[in-house]
């Protein structure tokens, strides 16, 4: 028998590519976030060595058997997985590497937590990510363990996110975390961070006066708009707020008025019960424009659209007020 007549042995690359593709999101989809972080060179790695997360760096050598390997296993990889990382690795994403593996990221979470996170910049840090460094980038999730950065944020980012305006804008949905005790400062702070503190304690400053605490770094705040970067839909803002802020950040709108933080949540107990424990629920808010009743529509003034039409020649309107009996005051409400 020759040798012809066998039937040729299967490999991976062999097979039809949906096939191939479907054994690729087997090895390479995550159930659980992946931490990453950057080596020197600025290549992405994987920073947390769980049992879930060895079986993804073991198949991620298949991302270098061949080009067409890479393509197919890299989108998945980068593309349907969840990507975690601290502030300070973060930074590496708008560095001059601009690695490949970032821009197949679609969704990132960052971890403001340590004491050298930024209070201010995170407005100018995802415009630089989106379209540039991170180009399929749909979600940028921010998570902190301090109100008062927290409020920043939320401070800064609803100034780059007009959710009144003509254009289309991400989404920003806030997710906060009510705590019994009153907020109590970090060991190590700053004058900017104590000058913070102070204002959200004022009853008559609002939440944006946060922003004139460093008036350098948040006056020329980028705006979001999705003609920049398509794709990039949300930015998610998830941390712990004290009883004593809640009021302030509820009754934050902008500077026209016409914005708000709209409650998505079923918790609608007012902050004066916040002592209940089951506000331990987290409480969801989305930025958005204040729904217009119709009551508020009638109440707007009748506008006589007539006064800005051109008065006719005065011989016309002589001929008008003979033939139909008419003063020229009846004439013009016409």
């Known amino acids: ?5 066998f039937p040729a042995e299967a490999t991976l690359a062999g097979i039809p590519s949906e096939t191939r593709v479907e054994i690729f999101k087997q090895l390479l989809q995550s159930d659980h976030p992946l931490r990453i972080t950057f080596s020197a060179d600025g290549y992405l790695l994987l920073a947390d060595y769980d049992e879930g997360v060895r079986e993804i760096m073991k198949s991620s050598g298949l991302l270098r058997v061949s080009k ?3 393509t197919e296993a890299s989108t998945i990889l980068y593309a349907t997985n969840n990507f975690v990382m601290k502030w300070s690795a973060s930074v590496a994403l708008v560095s001059e590497f601009k690695m490949s593996a970032a821009k197949s990221l679609r969704h990132l979470k960052i971890e403001c937590n340590q004491v050298n996170s930024p209070t201010f910049g995170l407005a100018r840090f995802i415009d630089g990510l989106i379209p540039s460094t991170a180009a399929q980038l ?4 921010i998570d902190f363990n301090d109100e008062v950065k927290l409020l920043a944020c939320v401070a800064e980012l609803t100034k780059a996110v007009t959710s ?12 906060v975390f009510p705590r019994l005790k009153r907020y109590k ?17 004022r009853r008559t400053k609002k939440l944006d006066g946060l922003l004139q605490t460093a008036e350098s770094q948040s006056n020329d705040i980028n705006m979001f708009y ?9 930015i998610k ?6 009883k004593e802020f809640l009021p302030k950040f509820e009754a ?7 914005c708000e933080m709209r409650n998505l949540s079923n918790t609608q107990t007012p902050v004066a019960n916040i002592n209940d424990p089951m506000l331990k629920v987290p409480r969801r808010y989305v930025w958005a424009k204040k729904a217009t009743t119709a009551a508020a529509n009638n109440a707007l003034p009748e506008v006589n659209m007539r006064r800005w039409l051109p008065r006719m020649p005065e011989e016309y309107a002589a001929e008008l007020l003979t033939e139909f009996n008419m003063t020229m005051e009846e004439l013009y409400q016409l």
């Open 185 to 201: 400062k970090p060991v190590e702070t700053t004058p900017e961070h104590n000058a913070m503190v102070s204002t959200l304690r």
């Open 138 to 141: 749909r979600q940028v999730t």
């Open 252 to 258: 934050h709108t902008c500077e026209s008025g016409q």
């Open 226 to 234: 999705k003609y920049t970067a398509p794709e990039f839909v949300k």
């Open 164 to 175: 009144c305006g003509a254009f289309k804008v991400p989404i920003l949905e806030v997710v």
């Open 1 to 5: 028998m020759s040798q012809a007549s």
């Open 237 to 242: 803002i998830v941390g712990k707020i004290a």
């Open 68 to 70: 067409s390997f890479f």
